[in-house]
T-cell receptor, first 116, second 109 residues
């Protein structure tokens, strides 16, 4: 039973399109994250939600909009896709946040987005 | 300059060798994570530590808070250990993780 699952795993689309990536965790964690991994394999935080509330919003274009309908789900919607958005996007979850973090991060398998 | 530096960037070892990967950081942290990313792309959390030492199977992670340094050791390395190992720190003042650039390990027979 997958702990953190993302869909789709692969996404190929044209510039200018709008797309979404979905993430769900069945670990009962209260914090979820979106990370972007660029072509050099460098990971960077994009967003974090704790109990459906946005707590981290890094310098990310506002074409990226996260949505957390409940604490088990964190979706990422991207408008007007650009070539530079091509990357692997990882969802992750943890219990607690910051100084209250009690455990490790659990990652999804990643969603590889290719913008043509 | 990245707040988290890893060395070496690339490492090739023969099966059975003892491996050390280093991570240095420049700011105060509340915790440090070691992650493993296999060629297939999935990321697995190996350790989260804020002091001392942790061991899991053939993997050992240590941290020295005063020296702002952590090491990941792999004993009796095996080809299945081939992966990218990533160090990430959680700043004392923030909730987010800051990642190192990773160490690519290749273990050959």
């Amino acid at each position: 039973d997958t702990a953190v699952s993302q869909t789709p795993k692969y996404l190929v689309t044209q510039m200018g399109n709008d797309k979404s990536i979905k993430c769900e965790q069945n670990l009962g964690h209260d914090t979820m994250y979106w990370y972007k991994q660029d072509s050099k394999k460098f990971l960077k935080i994009m967003f974090s939600y704790n109990n459906k509330e946005l707590i981290i919003n890094e310098t990310v274009p506002n074409r990226f909009s996260p949505k957390s309908p409940d604490k088990a789900h964190l979706n990422l919607h991207i408008n007007s896709l650009e070539l530079g958005d091509s990357a692997v996007y990882f969802c992750a979850s943890s219990q607690g946040v910051g100084s209250t973090l009690t455990g490790e991060l659990f990652f999804g398998e990643g969603s590889r987005l290719t913008v043509l | 300059k990245n707040e988290v530096e890893q060395s070496p960037q690339n490492l090739t070892a023969q099966e059975g060798e003892f491996i050390t990967i280093n991570c240095s950081y420049s700011v105060g942290i509340s915790a440090l994570h070691w992650l493993q990313q296999h060629p297939g792309g999935g990321i697995v959390s190996l350790f989260m530590l804020s002091s001392g030492k942790k061991k899991h199977g053939r993997l050992i992670a240590t941290i020295n808070i005063q020296e702002k340094h952590s090491s990941l050791h792999i004993t009796a390395s095996h080809p299945r250990d081939s992966a990218v190992y990533i160090c990430a720190v959680r700043l004392s003042s923030a909730s987010k993780l800051t990642f190192g650039t990773g160490t690519r390990l290749q273990v050959t027979l």
